[in-house]
């Protein structure tokens, strides 16, 4: 928006930096819950991976995942300067260290000391400890509660950075 000018319009109106922020966000939110919804229903129909546990924790740590993935997504476009910045930011500071370090190809226990430092910054890290609980274990939120107060400070910690970063000016 800051490239097309639409950025101003925005900026013109008498919402606030939460609210435009909120605006901007709830259609992925929405599109990001369908998509895990598909893909749990996908794991269960056609791969038969089983969902021992409770659905409704396994959708609100979806919830909570996806919140967070947002808000970092948002931190990132609140300080590049363009799209093209922000995508290549995204790919090689997010996704590539993501998949490496997340101990979803690796296990964790495997890799350097220095990388299993490096892998607790890492939120998927703790997303899929949380879903291996819920869907092959059958655990409840006694045995999740840890990763998911990570995820939950993780999330208000890019959250509060962001609208802290959000300009309400053009520069």
Do not use: H
């Not at 930096?17 to 990001?32: A, M």
């Not at 967070?68 to 609140?78: E, N």
């Amino acid at each position: 928006e800051k490239e097309f000018g639409t950025m101003e319009l925005l900026l013109a109106s008498p919402l606030k930096p939460r609210e435009i922020i909120l605006g901007k966000v709830t259609p992925y939110l929405v599109l990001s819950l369908v998509n895990a919804l598909t893909i749990i229903l996908l794991g269960l129909l056609v791969f038969q991976v089983p969902l021992v546990g409770s659905i409704w924790l396994l959708l609100a740590e979806c919830m909570l995942y996806i919140c967070l993935a947002l808000s970092l997504g948002v931190l990132i476009s609140t300080n590049a300067k363009t799209q093209q910045i922000a995508m290549v930011i995204s790919l090689l500071g997010l996704m590539l260290p993501t998949i490496l370090l997340s101990g979803f190809i690796f296990p964790i226990d495997n890799m350097p000391k220095i990388l299993q430092v490096l892998s607790s910054i890492m939120p998927a890290r703790y997303f899929i400890v949380i879903i291996k609980n819920i869907m092959l274990k059958g655990t409840g939120m006694a045995f999740i509660w840890k990763e998911t107060l990570i995820l939950a400070a993780m999330t208000l910690f890019f959250i509060v950075a962001a609208t802290r970063r959000f300009q309400t000016r053009l520069t």
